[in-house]
């Protein structure tokens, strides 16, 4: 009996515990997280911008939660898994950060998923793509915002193999992003038809791409298929042009393109690329004009990552306002129960695991001519429905759904 009364004491006192936690955070107001890259591969598209699309969404709703003040960190987890998780920690436990969003790098973003569901705070992915996050190594905490590898493979090796282009080869960057994203881009050429004659993978901010691209032209491939991010992307591309990859028959399709790697290779050496995205600064009233207050403060429209970060951050602090309280139970329940709400979200929806089922976009790169302002560099060709970008649910890995 008196052990039952000691079990019993200790639990009421956890409970109680946890009470006053999430009152002590409600009384602080809300702290977001922005961990990033500022100075890597991934900077331009993230970086800067990503913590000026979080500000942007802070001050769209009034800069201030529940009759307190939202206040925004950031970080640069220098795409390493043990800076990220030491700098997430530190916020979480010490520094009162109640949820972290962007997270450039696969790898850094299942180390931070790790520690997020650890501590029961909340994640919101924007930028890393693999499908891990919401499938074996989904959480209860985190939600994968943006895109997946599967949903923007599925989308450009869809269209590109029905143009007839079977043969591929797949240059992929060797961590967990680029593998995913090589693995996915395979499944679904075969799943269409098509063969991949080989793979071969490169590491992260590699300056020399030519013993890759000697092996992709020597496959005889028609198409090679570029998988990596960023500056990797960048100069794959530009070296591809060197080594006379298109003037030779073979065609590159880059599997994840941002608008930011586009402006860096220019449209003559870009142009008529398909490739799939989430959203596009001019793809409606609401993009423009959001992207007309990010360019005032970057000098460029957002990166479809960045536009999700801004769109996550403003998804989470409505949720706390309809929630009454910062708790990440209550609120990750409203933030799956509410629409969102944002011009850049196209019928968009989170799942039981974690993901966001959205509309995307087939785009192609405009050539020069087709351009007609700064940053306009896409043609939408047509919206892919969200359903058809996701995993089937019968078939998730992940421990949250229910079979």
């Avoid at 793509?129 to 190594?137: E, I, R």
């Amino acid at each position: 009996m008196r052990q039952q009364f000691l079990r019993r004491a200790a639990l009421g006192v956890s409970l109680a515990l946890a009470g006053l936690s999430a009152q002590a955070n409600d009384a602080d107001g809300v702290k977001i997280g922005v961990l990033t890259d500022m100075a890597g591969v991934t900077a331009d598209a993230t970086g800067r911008g990503s913590v000026e699309a979080a500000r942007l969404a802070i001050e769209e709703l009034g800069g201030s939660v529940l009759g307190k003040p939202v206040a925004l960190v950031s970080g640069d987890h220098q795409h390493r898994p043990d800076i990220g998780s030491g700098m997430v920690r530190k916020w979480y436990d010490t520094d009162g950060v109640d949820v972290v969003v962007d997270v450039p790098n696969s790898s850094v973003a299942l180390a931070v998923q790790g520690i997020a569901r650890e501590k029961k705070k909340l994640v919101l992915f924007s930028s890393p793509g693999t499908t891990a996050l919401t499938q074996a190594q989904c959480s209860p905490y985190g939600v994968q915002w943006t895109y997946t590898t599967y949903a923007l493979s599925r989308g450009t090796a869809t269209a590109v193999v029905k143009e007839g282009n079977k043969r591929w080869f797949i240059l992929a960057s060797d961590y967990a992003f680029g593998k995913q994203l090589a693995a996915d881009t395979e499944t679904v050429v075969k799943a269409n038809g098509g063969e991949v004659a080989g793979t071969v993978f490169h590491p992260l901010n590699a300056s020399d791409f030519a013993s890759f691209l000697l092996q992709a032209q020597a496959s005889k491939a028609q198409i090679i298929a570029v998988a990596n991010a960023g500056g990797d992307t960048i100069s794959a591309i530009k070296q591809a042009a060197e080594f006379g990859i298109a003037s030779g028959g073979q065609k590159l399709a880059a599997m994840l393109l941002l608008l930011t790697d586009v402006h860096s290779l220019g449209l003559q050496a870009a142009q008529h690329t398909y490739l799939t995205v989430p959203s596009y600064w001019d793809m409606n009233d609401g993009t423009r004009a959001f992207s007309k207050k990010f360019e005032a403060r970057l000098g460029r429209p957002p990166t479809f990552l960045q536009a999700g970060v801004y769109s996550s951050v403003r998804h989470y602090l409505r949720a706390v306002q309809a929630a009454g309280t910062t708790d990440s139970d209550a609120v990750m329940a409203k933030m799956k129960s509410m629409p969102i709400d944002d011009p850049f979200s196209l019928n968009a929806r989170i799942r039981e695991d974690g993901l966001v089922v959205r509309d995307m976009m087939l785009a192609q790169v405009k050539s020069p001519d087709q351009s007609k302002a700064p940053w306009d560099y896409y043609n939408i060709v047509r919206t892919i429905p969200g359903d058809s970008l996701a995993w089937p649910l019968s078939e998730s890995q992940c421990p949250l759904v229910k079979k």
